[in-house]
Nanobody
Framework: QVQLVESGGGLVQAGDSLSLSCQAS????????MGWFRQAPGKDREFIAA????????DFADSVRGRFTISRDNAKNTVYLQMNSLKPEDTAVYYC???????????WGQGTQVTVSS
């Protein structure tokens, strides 16, 4: 079955960096756009970043553009989210996603908590 397993979350201080990984299995990784969403307490889930399967096009939410980067390794079925200059407002559960559309993915991981202290 489809599995998306996130790792790398944790507690960091404002200004620090953190890297998330997502190991995928059970589907044709190379054929899907991979992405990340997040959900903060009391807020709606929001799109953060995506990387296409063709040409490696990337897209970012305005709130993270210039601070976060996304990459993928098709040989390892893994997508990464590098988060720099973290802010307390980046605190959320981060979800790995896979889909034909970055904004409406078919598959979701279970999430990993990222907490940024001030």
């Amino acid at each position: 079955q489809v599995q998306l397993v996130e790792s790398g979350g944790g507690l960091v201080q404002a200004g620090d960096s953190l890297s998330l990984s997502c190991q995928a299995s059970g589907f044709s990784f190379r054929s899907y756009t991979m992405g990340w969403f997040r959900q903060a307490p009391g807020k709606d889930r929001e799109f953060i970043a995506a990387i296409s399967h063709i040409e490696r096009f990337t897209d970012f939410a305005d709130s993270v553009r210039g601070r976060f980067t996304i990459s993928r390794d098709n040989a390892k079925n893994t997508v990464y989210l590098q988060m720099n200059s973290l802010k307390p407002e980046d605190t959320a559960v981060y979800y790995c996603t896979a889909g034909l559309s970055s904004q409406d993915p078919e598959y979701w991981g279970q999430g990993t908590q990222v907490t940024v202290s001030s």
